[in-house]
């Protein structure tokens, strides 16, 4: 027996019109019109999604060197993975696979209507073009179609309007120096936050309007910021936020208003950067108003990479005793953090995957430290977006040996960013629709505010406070597999398989 029932808006739509038509046939649910409003939409992620789901949703094919391609979603865990339902009682209890993205009613990521701010006023087509991500004869077709299917252009006949991002927050204190030059299409208002909080909250319900949505889902893929040091009486309560913003308080970042917006709009916020943005009063606010919260920081390459390796070291009984990654990359986001403060940010979010591991490594062993772990993040414009990460993981083995494992990763950052976003919203809409009963409640609850479940794709995942954080990568797809089985009546997933172990 399952200790809570779970189940989706559909499920339980479908089966209250089953029980009333009269050929007791499922009505389908219809599929709610959401709206991703992306903050740093001109980004690399930024644009590489929005022309992405373009190239899907107009199927188009390009050639390179190698062939022609078509669209897909690899790296996607909703749209590209697989779930294993059950056993086939006819064939040597072979497993029964099933798209993930079929498990349960998801939205299809390529009917998103996608929009957002940017500090940079680069239309659409031309912030494809400088993030220099997706393949010349791609971008050559997917240019036209980069367009407001909202809006027409008032200077030539009918044609749509390029897709533009609305002005962006801009504080020079919270984004590395270098990027000043990059920030001309900015909000007014500058150093009054209250201000500016409102207008970004008009700017998501004009959305709204304009495109016709059911919902907005907002994600933070702009640069990373420097952190604010936690202030009580600032940053602690909604209410000491409000008034901190109304004070033109200098430690209220960019970030912070934006999520707040988000909020004051009944609209779920992700942050996929590593500043603190999830702060404690944001974080009451959000379970005040009922609205989901996510973050920190896409687990993309190397961390993913690590959360998998360190929890193979301890499962496997070595010792982890010091981890060294190097880093380089040349894109805009590896410039900005060139910057001391902002690199902090993302070398504590780095640095925390390897947490949940040491406390299990603890527990066991005479190692309360943990492993040493230096992060080194260095900007090399020559390799672009195509990121290059170098891990040494040294363990003690038995007896007094050694062991060392090296990797080498390089890849595109924003093509293993980009699936990560997709996921992000996909299951954060699917979550907004998912209530859960428990056998003494009467009536059905929505899921917990804090979305830990979204921790597979974050670095440092955000939890509600009685909850331990979990960071390794397994148990992270375990907790969303099960989530989804149990939506659809089904236990938990379970190795135990006795079927095959009983004599
Ligand atoms: P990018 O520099 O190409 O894009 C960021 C965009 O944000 C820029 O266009 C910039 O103009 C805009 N911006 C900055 N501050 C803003 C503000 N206050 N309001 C509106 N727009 C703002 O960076 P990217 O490669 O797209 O990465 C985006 C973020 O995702 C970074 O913080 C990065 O650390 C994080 N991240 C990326 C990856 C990855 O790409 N693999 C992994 C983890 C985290």
């Not at 907005?216 to 901190?244: K, S």
Request: hydrophobic share 45%.
């Amino acid at each position: 027996m399952l200790p809570h029932t779970l189940v989706s808006d559909e499920r339980r739509a479908a089966a209250a019109a089953a029980a009333t038509a009269p050929n007791g046939v499922p009505t389908p649910a219809p599929t709610p019109r959401i709206g991703l409003m992306l903050v740093g939409w001109g980004g690399n992620n930024g644009s590489t999604l929005t022309a992405a789901l373009k190239a899907h949703a107009h199927q188009l094919t390009w050639r390179s060197a190698d062939g022609v391609h078509t669209p897909n979603y690899l790296g996607s865990l909703t749209q590209a993975s697989t779930v294993a339902l059950g056993t086939k009682s006819t064939s040597h209890n072979e497993k029964v696979y099933v798209p993930m993205k079929d498990v349960l009613p998801m939205l299809d990521p390529k009917d998103l209507v996608i929009g957002g701010w940017d500090i940079s006023g680069a239309p659409l087509a031309n912030a494809m073009r400088r993030a220099a991500v997706l393949p010349w004869d791609l971008q050559r077709q997917v240019a036209e179609f980069l367009v407001d299917d909202a809006a027409t252009d008032a200077t030539s006949d009918g044609a749509r309007a390029p897709l533009r991002p609305l002005a962006g927050i801009y504080d020079a204190d919270y984004v590395a120096l270098n990027q000043r030059e990059r920030a001309d299409h900015v909000l007014p208002f500058p150093g009054q936050p209250w201000l500016q909080m409102a207008q970004i909250r008009a700017d998501i319900r004009g959305f709204k309007q304009k495109h016709a949505l059911d919902r907005v889902i907002v994600l933070w893929t702009g640069n990373t910021e420097r952190c604010v040091p936690l202030m009580v009486g600032v940053h602690d309560t909604p209410r000491a936020m409000f008034r901190a913003m109304q004070q033109n308080h200098a430690e209220i970042a960019p970030s912070v208003l934006y999520a707040t917006a988000a909020l004051l709009e009944d609209t779920p916020f992700i942050n996929g950067s590593p500043q603190n943005t999830l702060l404690p009063g944001l974080q009451t606010l959000a379970q005040i108003r009922g609205v989901p919260l996510a973050g920190d920081d896409f687990k993309s390459g190397q961390t993913k990479l690590k959360s998998v390796l360190m929890d193979f070291l301890v499962s496997a009984g070595l010792k982890p005793v010091s981890l060294a990654s190097y880093n380089h990359l040349g894109n805009n986001d590896g410039h900005n953090l060139s910057s001391t403060a902002q690199f902090r940010s993302k070398e504590v979010s780095k640095r925390g995957v390897v947490e949940d591991v040491r406390v299990a490594a603890r527990e066991n062993f005479d190692h309360a430290a943990g492993p040493d772990h230096i992060i080194v993040i260095k900007y090399m414009p020559a390799v672009g977006d195509s990121k290059r990460a170098i891990d040494e993981y040294v363990s003690d083995i038995f007896m007094g040996g050694k062991h060392t494992l090296t990797t080498y990763n390089v890849c595109e950052d924003s093509l293993l960013a980009v699936p990560l976003m997709i996921d992000l919203v996909v299951l954060m809409e699917l979550f907004q629709r998912v209530k859960y009963q428990t056998v003494d409640a009467d009536g059905f609850q929505p899921l917990h505010p804090i979305a830990s479940l979204l921790s597979y794709m974050l670095k440092a995942p955000v939890v509600p406070a009685r909850a331990a954080v979990v960071n390794a990568l397994g148990p992270q797809r375990r907790a969303l597999e099960n989530i989804l089985r149990a939506c659809v009546g089904l236990q938990p997933v379970n190795e135990l398989e006795l079927e095959n172990k009983a004599y």
